[in-house]
């Protein structure tokens, strides 16, 4: 298309592009510029970049193994260069007061950002692509009418999303520390971690080398800790200095230098649609991912290498920018949710001060759940010892199969059948499928087995189906439960969890219609006001002051009936928007007497249900408590609420709390990953000393090693996995060559507790050719 051409509606399909303008001159956009017109010299490919050919911000870039592949397949040029360029190691360090640990086996490669632009300018000039320096490039609109592909590299804070947000949808949210790029003229032997505790909080240096000469030195901390050493007040000079005073042990004495550096907040950048039209963001202006995962241009290489593959593969541009958005998006949101990790980690740095020393350095290296245990194992084996061996763990015995004592319980070892409604109850009354269904996880290996919710009350039921305990039939039968784990599988610890549904009862079972009311059969609902979980819902009463003294006297009764029972721990259910979560929401609770309005308030209830309870249960038998630590909806429950509902209930003698996170309210928006409660659960570990169960999207016993040696949880609540494999743990124990007292095999499955052997799979391989 020429220029005065009119413009295109969006939905025309295009052929490949021949006319192609890019705007930003970051690595990202000159990198999809030289493979574009690799691939077709007949191409006409203009780059737009504000600033100079040697201006550039920030000091090393650091890129994968995985990224220069890649880069080797698609642009053998471009790799000779960069593989001549690369400085390379192996070690982190991460040193903690006064203390330096090491680590290896991680194997970095990195460069200076201005070389690597210039081996960007220079193949762009040899393919014949126009770049424009200290020039803005024209409006999105002028361009998308005039070239057939407009590729948005203009970073961050682009100005061609940001000119069409509603095509786009952008969604930035800003982060709480502050953070300054510096460089300084010697090389790191190692990529180094320093954390250094001042009187005005504490600070952190991330550097690491890019030349034989040079290093990346990045400063960052809160906001309020910015603040109250004085930053805010600094030029860029002072701020320089300060850096280089805070971290002269690091830095051996020597001087820091900036680049026009400044302290900002990180951004992350997500957005709703890549592509408009003939409009396709890349890099930065499409998303973010921290600096301490060491990913933003290593996406944006890698966003280059997919689109110019997709444009190469589809038949029109529509289908090639739709193709490329589908490859890329999945992975990108995976690193934004290990780079949201390691953010919020270092945001929370303070927490894990006290670790001991080989632990923090571990947890810190396991912080975007990235490195794991396990393939830590494989990159420093004699680093991963050394930890466990400080964790308490036994030679050859992993981290899992520690035990962990809670009163006079001990659990031998870290796993946790989570509570799962089975649906299948009769008139409350546990039958043969609770027998198997428990008494198989508890052969199974779990240190410890939870029932599902049981009801309080018959209207304290979610749906028909409901297993309860509120009167001596259903307590026989729960007692043949706790009886056959007794006899059967020594050594597993049975829970029961006491709850009641509120405003969330007198709904189908799950398969016939999640959260859907009954249509015959219903009964009354109590809620601590009277809000319906959904449209179309039962709007429950507000209880009053008897009928809250009712429900408190249900759940003792249950307990009393629980202990006779046998269990051996009791779960009081706070979460996922039944009765008593109710009270603590204060998206759920509008009350404006004394058991509503301030988080105090709204813990009256709950907190008196508990007491009630552990009155009942007896003094050697541990309690916990499941708590929805975020609403995932504005206006609820907060992290900061979390901490605070936590530390209620362990000043009333809860011995664990059971963080799980939502399904309070119907509207919510749960940022679901892997592992994704967990951040909660280290919280209120780290933050009250408590022992926590972490729950929600663990799935792997690599994953509990790893969360258990880095401290940030005590026990790990696994539900899926468990219905998967009744098994689990013994086959965990299994795969990890492990056969210790954490996990012990039934005497009659004793036979299988190696793994199978199976048929070979292997054919011979090639070792002659004839011609």
Known sequence: MGPGAKPRDDNTPRPAPLRIAVVGGGPGGLYAAALLKRLDPAREITVWERNAPDDTFGFGVVLSDETLGGIEHADPVVYAALQAEFVRWDDIDIVHRGTRHTSGGHGFAALGRRRLLQILHERCRDLGIELRFSTEAPTAEALSSTYDLVIAADGVHSGTREGRREAFGPHIEEHRCRYIWLAADF????????IAETEHGVMQLHGYPYSDSESTVIVEMREEVWKAAGFDGLDERESVERCAKLFSDALGGRPLRSNNSSWITFRTVVNDRWSHGNTVLLGDAAHTAHFSIGSGTKLAV????????????????????????????PVVESTQRAARASLQWFEELELYADQPARQFAFNLLTRSRRVTHDNLRLRDAHFTEAVEREFGCPPGTPPMFTPLRLRELELRNRVVVSPMDMYVATDGVPGDFHLVHLGARALGGAGLVMTEMVCVSAEGRITPGCAGLWNAEQAAAWGRITSFVRTQAPGTAIGVQLGHSGRKGSTKLMWEGIDEPLEAGNWPLSAASPLPYKPGSQTPHELSRAGLTEIREEFAAAAWRAARCDFDLLELHCAHGYLLSGFLSPLTNRRTDAYGGSLAKRLRFPLEVF????????????????????????????????????????????DAIDVSTGQVVAEERPAYGRSYQTPYADRIRNELSVPVIAVGAISSWDDVNSLILAGRTDLCALARPHLYDPHWTLHAAAEQGYSGPG?????????????????????????????
């Open 187 to 194: 090389a790191f032997d190692a990529f180094r971690f320093e």
């Open 611 to 654: 007491d009630a309870v552990r009155a009942i249960w007896p003094a050697e038998r541990p309690m916990t408590v499941r708590i929805s630590a975020t609403d995932w909806a504005e206006g609820g429950t907060t992290a900061e609420d979390a901490v605070e509902i936590a530390r209620a209930f362990v000043a009333h003698g809860a």
């Open 743 to 771: 996990a012990s095999w039934p005497e009659p499955y004793r036979a299988g507790s190696r793994r199978p052997q199976t048929g070979r799979t292997d054919g011979p391989k090639p070792r002659l050719k004839l011609g």
């Open 302 to 329: 890698e966003d280059a290498l997919a689109l110019a593959a997709c444009i190469e593969e589809q038949p029109t541009l529509q289908e090639a920018l739709a193709a490329y958005e589908t490859e890329r998006r």
